[in-house]
């Protein structure tokens, strides 16, 4: 408390508006393979449109790469906020190698223009020899020393739309043309005078091998050639593996992947235009001399910090990458930025070659073996980061359900089961593997017993952090013109999504009024009345998705996989602590090293007392208390630097078994 000892006026602020935030209760985890984009990270995905962009159209079911693209496609009709995480195990990037060339260039005397002023013709051919003006571009030059100032008065300084240039580099003064390759060329021809009454040899060639310019050869009428280099390229990657980066044309014209357009303008500069899909994304002005402009500044070499979300780039020599070093300004031999010996010149007047060049040869990184594909998807909470599903142990991306789609092994599921268990964050939702026809084998499959089809699980699923749905449910798929077979826990989490968008995460996401499911129209197993008591009954914890004559298709259970009778063995309770538990860590870090006296105590009882009313309000729990005084908070507690606030929370029960029981009477009974 502040002391006041002189007279005067002072105000002192004091917050108390605490208050609980809202959190959204359908954030939605999905780990699977993709044909493109981030590996091993949780990506934020908002509409259809984005995950396309982002990670690639669904992938072929030959490829057992699952199915996280349709599931993610399905669900994103119901929220706006997935995280995607694409598993990956030794995928490779598509490429194309971009050859260098060198432009057309020739010295000058640095007496020109000291007597009297000299007028140059010039005429510039690109890389595929065609003339780049209708009449040839007329400067003067006047006292050109050993200084930039006379080439800049002359030339002018925009480099972006300069076809020819003139550059002072190593104290010598050189005329170049813009464009590189051994079709493009420089012609000079130099006059004392405006009429072209007399010549002045004043020019020099750069010698045809590309060593230092030489004296010999000197004429005040000059045409220089550039250079085409071949052991030297510029090699483009996508930024991630895929195949969704190669670049094809399909057989309906459509494009997809990526390819890259070159432009050379600007003395040193290419322009990069970048196309996806073929509709171009990106653009940038790149040089591979100017360290200002230099490529690996202007888009990236790897994925750390990249600007390009769709190339990187490294110089290689014959097709292996090397160190990337910006070459010095128009000087030092190639071999000196390399480490090599081929094509140890100095080209001083290098760029890329014009053209458009399409990526190709990436790989997705789906494993071949079902062993392999396991690995990758559970991945790894390591020293280098976390991979794979372990990627969702994340308070900060808040996922509150999570599935791994098309994907049914026992040791994948088990792992997202754990994880959801530790961590507390999210519902794992899972499913039997395709194929199964009959009720009993999905009993033996979930009780740890199945034989044949479903042998890979020896263990029973218990847990109230799991819930299991069946069967699997027909939906056309329009990527593929086809109707495929979805995992039923794709649309397991679109119900949930869509509970919350017309009610509360606490209300069933089952039933004809959440649970109705309007796209598929089939599923795999139709069951019976009594196919739905087995599985509801006698410790089976299967939530049936039923396909009845009249209402349609309609998940009509809402059991977790905990075997135990409590209320934890609904859905709905189970995601009601999964908000009630996020609400109450957002809402209470204040609390960390404050007083623990009863002060603070009531502190905490209001605020949970805030979070609690608006959800009894919303029928989800019934009644509740808050304790926080001395009975949860003993001197042994309050020693140890500890303060305990106890909720009782009653939740509301649905009504899953709805009766009318009719009673008839006779004509003399009367009723109320």
Excluded: H
Excluded at 290 to 297: H, T
Excluded at 502 to 518: C, D, H, I, K, Y
Aim: net charge negative.
């Amino acid at each position: 408390m502040a002391q006041y000892v002189s007279p005067g006026v002072y105000v002192v602020e004091n917050d108390n508006s605490d208050y609980v935030p809202s959190i959204n209760p359908s954030v939605v985890g999905i780990v699977g393979f993709a044909s493109k984009g981030p590996t091993d990270k949780a990506t934020l995905i908002t509409t259809q449109d984005s995950l396309i962009s982002t990670f690639g159209k669904p992938l072929a079911e030959a490829k057992n790469g699952g199915q996280g693209i349709e599931g993610a496609v399905e669900v994103l009709e119901t929220t706006n906020s997935l995280y995607y995480v694409r598993a990956e195990s030794g995928g490779v990037d598509a490429s194309v190698d971009v050859p260098y060339g060198v432009c057309p260039a020739m010295g000058l005397s640095s007496t020109i223009g000291d007597t009297v002023p000299v007028y140059l013709e010039i005429q510039v051919k690109d890389g595929a020899g065609v003339s780049l003006y209708s009449t040839p571009l007329k400067v003067q030059v006047s006292a050109l020393g050993d200084s930039s100032t006379a080439l800049t008065t002359a030339f002018g300084t925009d480099i972006e739309s300069a076809r020819v240039q003139g550059v002072v580099a190593d104290s010598s003064a050189f005329l170049a043309g813009s464009f590189p390759g051994s079709l493009a060329t420089l012609e000079v021809n130099a006059y004392t005078d405006s009429t072209k009454a007399s010549g002045l040899e004043v020019l020099l060639p750069l010698n045809a091998t590309l060593d230092t310019p030489t004296v010999a050869g000197a004429a005040s009428s000059l045409t220089v050639t550039g250079l085409s280099l071949t052991a030297l390229n510029y090699k483009i990657e996508s930024l991630y593996p895929g195949t969704g980066y190669n670049y094809t044309v399909n057989e309906d014209g459509s494009i997809d992947g990526v390819s890259v357009t070159v432009d050379s303008f600007g003395g040193k500069l290419n322009q990069i235009y970048v196309a996806d899909g073929g509709v171009t994304q990106e653009d940038f002005t790149g040089s591979l001399i100017d360290n200002y402009y230099f490529i690996e500044e202007k888009i990236n070499t790897g994925v750390t910090d990249a600007v390009s979300q769709l190339i990187k780039g490294n110089i290689t020599l014959t097709g292996t990458d090397v160190d990337v070093t910006a070459l010095p300004a128009f000087g030092s031999k190639i071999s000196a930025a390399v480490g090599g010996t081929v094509e140890s010149k100095d080209p001083r007047f290098v760029k890329l070659m014009n053209g458009t060049y399409q990526l190709t040869g990436g790989t997705d990184g789906i494993p071949a073996t079902d062993d392999a594909r396991a690995t990758a998807l559970i991945g790894v909470d390591g020293d280098d980061g976390k991979t794979g599903l372990q990627v969702l142990n994340d308070d900060l991306i808040a996922v509150t359900v999570a599935a791994v789609p098309g994907f049914t092994d026992a040791r994948v599921q088990n792992a997202l089961v754990t994880l959801a268990e530790s961590t507390n964050l999210f519902l794992a939702v899972i499913s039997p593997p395709f194929g199964i026809s009959r009720v009993q084998d999905v009993f033996d499959w979930s009780n740890g017993l199945g034989t044949g089809i479903v042998s890979d699980r020896d263990s029973a699923i218990n847990s109230s952090w799991a819930a299991i749905y069946w069967p699997w449910v027909k939906v056309f798929d329009a990527f593929s013109g086809k109707d495929k077979w979805y995992d039923p826990a794709i649309f397991a989490m679109r119900q949930m999504c869509f509970t919350d968008s017309v009610s509360e995460s606490w209300f069933a996401p089952a039933g004809l009024n959440r649970g109705r499911l309007t796209k598929p129209t089939d599923v795999e197993v139709r069951l019976t009345q009594g196919d739905r008591d087995a599985m509801y009954s006698g410790g089976n914890v299967i939530n049936p998705i039923v396909n009845f004559p009249q209402q349609g298709i309609a998940i009509y259970g809402q059991r977790t996989a905990q075997r135990r009778a409590s209320a934890l063995d609904r859905v709905n309770v189970r995601r009601l602590m999964i908000i009630i538990r996020k609400l109450v860590l957002q809402s209470t870090a204040q609390f960390a090293f404050e007083p623990n006296d009863p002060l603070t105590w009531e502190q905490v009882k209001n605020l949970a007392t805030q979070l609690l009313d608006p959800i009894q309000r919303g029928r989800g729990i019934t009644s509740y208390q808050v304790v926080c005084d001395g009975s949860t908070n003993t001197p042994d507690r309050i020693e140890k630097g500890q303060l305990w606030c106890k909720i009782y929370i009653r939740p509301t029960k649905t009504a899953e078994i709805v009766v009318f029981e009719l009673n008839l009477t006779g004509q003399s009974v009367t009723t109320t």
